[in-house]
Each structure stands twice: as C-alpha cells, then as structure tokens.
C-alpha cells in the first residue's frame, strides 16, 4: 500500500510539471512557489492544530521540529532549482533528469549512514537507470536548464534519505505541516524582497496554484511521510522513478512533446526496475493490468 500511494503521488506530480511551466510563464515563479506553499499550509492547518490540541503530537515531536524545518528548506531549495529549469527546458526533459534520484538516493543513504542496500534494491535501481537512459530519447532542453534539475534532483534525494531517518517518530500531520510552512516562508521572503507579489488573474495560475498546493504538495508530502514510515528511501526512490514516466505522458499529451520508441521502452524499463526491487509492487501490477 505504501509503495502504491508513492506511485500515485508520482502521477500528480508528473501531471504538475505542465501546469506550472505554463503558470510560471505568466506569473513571477518565486511569488507562485510561496502561494502554493501557503495553500498547502492552510490545507494541513486543520489537522496539525486539532492533533496538537488533542496531544497526539509528543515532546518527542517538538524535540524533531528543527527537523521538520530543515526538511521543508530542503523541498524549497528543490522546489526552487527544478521550476527554474523547467523554465528553461522542456516538460519531458524536466522529469527525465528529476528521475535521477533514483541513482543518488541509495548513493545518499550508503554515504551519509552506511545503510546496506539489498542485491534486489541494486539491480532495480541499475534497470531503472536504463529507463531513464532510455528516456533521453525525448531530451531537448537547455543546457542552463538541464544543470538546475539535475542540481534539484541531488537536494530530493537527501530530502528522502533525511526523511527516512525521523519519519517513524514524528506525526505524518504534523512533520508535514511544518515542512510547509518553512517552504513558505522561504519563498515568501525572496519574493517578497524581489517585489514579486501581485493578484493571480486566469485559470491557468489559480488551477496550477489551486492544484499544486492542495494535491502535489499538501497530500502529495503528507503521503510521502506515511509511506516512509512503512518502507525504504531506496524504495521510495524507486517509486518516483515512476514521475518522469507520468512527465513524459502528460507532456507528450498536454504539452506536445514526443517520446518516441526508446522514450516508451524506457517506460517500461523503470516499471520493471521497482517491479524487480519489490516484488509486492510486482504483484500489485499484475493484478492491476488485466483490468486496464
């Protein structure tokens, strides 16, 4: 259950990526980042404020409160260096180079905390480098761009690597809550001192803000907290190798870029890859599959 929710967490976000390059195009980035954190924020206040008043949130928690910090700056540094990528190269390349957590996520983990990665584990990641290899059939974006994703790309993996690290002793609710929030707050700072704030007009900025800052980033981190009480960073890495798959769908039908035969075959690489390195994810597809 955990990895499926991953997975889906991955569909929105693949879907984003399209949203916001198009809201961004029309709105100043930094001020669209702060109000999709604030949304986000005012979307989790509920449950934060009821969890803290029913003391379901410890000291133990408190004590993790700087953790929490650190992980939303973290997401706001990603958040940051991947929206000014996507500005300047293409949807699918975007979540190809995203992708590329999957390699130093596991990298990551053995590095900082000497966290012994299964053969399995191995050898889905080295498929799943494949698909993303693959994928670069449909790459044509910018150098300049490029770089800033792939830098987003390493700050996503030690956000998941940290994760794992406090995820089984803080609130879900709560760690989320603040990770919010401090991205807010980040965001709200530097656009505020680049003069960036303005009213959002038109549907393509408030269903790209309304979008992003309720399901990818509210729900979408809230899940990720949950499922990395219940699994793996590796795993989880490997489950948003599933994103740059969804980018290259939603791009190849919302924004017109084309996959190609080795783009698809590199789909199905990354399928096989977290299929490979849990088998319940493989189980769970193919019970999926006959009735799609």
Known sequence: MA???????????????????????????YAFLALRFAIASLT??????????????????????????????????????????????????TGFITGLYVVFTPLLALGLFRQRIGT??????????????????IHAGSATGDALVLAASGVYSLQIVLLERVARRLDPVALTFVEMLAACAAFSAIAAAR??????????????????????????????????????????????????????????????????????????AILGGIALAEPAAGQALRRLLPRT
């Open 195 to 268: 003069s960036d704030f303005e009213t959002p007009h038109g549907w393509t900025v408030w269903g790209a803000l309304l979008v992003t800052g309720v399901f990818a980033s509210a729900l979408g981190f809230l899940v990720q907290s949950w499922a990395q009480r219940r699994t793996s960073a590796t795993r989880t890495a490997l489950a948003f190798a599933l994103e740059p798959v969804w980018t290259a769908i939603f791009g190849f039908t919302l924004a017109g870029d084309r996959l190609g035969a080795l783009g698809w075959g590199g789909c199905a």
């Open 120 to 137: 399995s584990a191995w050898l889905g990641v080295a498929l799943s480098v494949v698909g993303l290899a693959m994928l670069s059939g």
């Open 44 to 93: 989790l206040a509920p449950a934060a404020v009821v969890r803290f008043g029913r003391g379901t949130v410890s000291g133990t928690w408190l004590k993790g409160t700087g953790v929490a910090a650190f992980l939303g700056l973290l997401l706001a540094a990603g958040y940051a260096l991947q929206t000014e990528g996507l500005a300047r190269t293409t949807v699918s390349s």
């Open 3 to 29: 990895l499926l929710a991953l997975i889906a967490v991955t569909a929105i976000w693949g879907l984003t990526f399209v949203q916001v390059k198009d809201a961004v195009e029309l709105y100043p980035l």
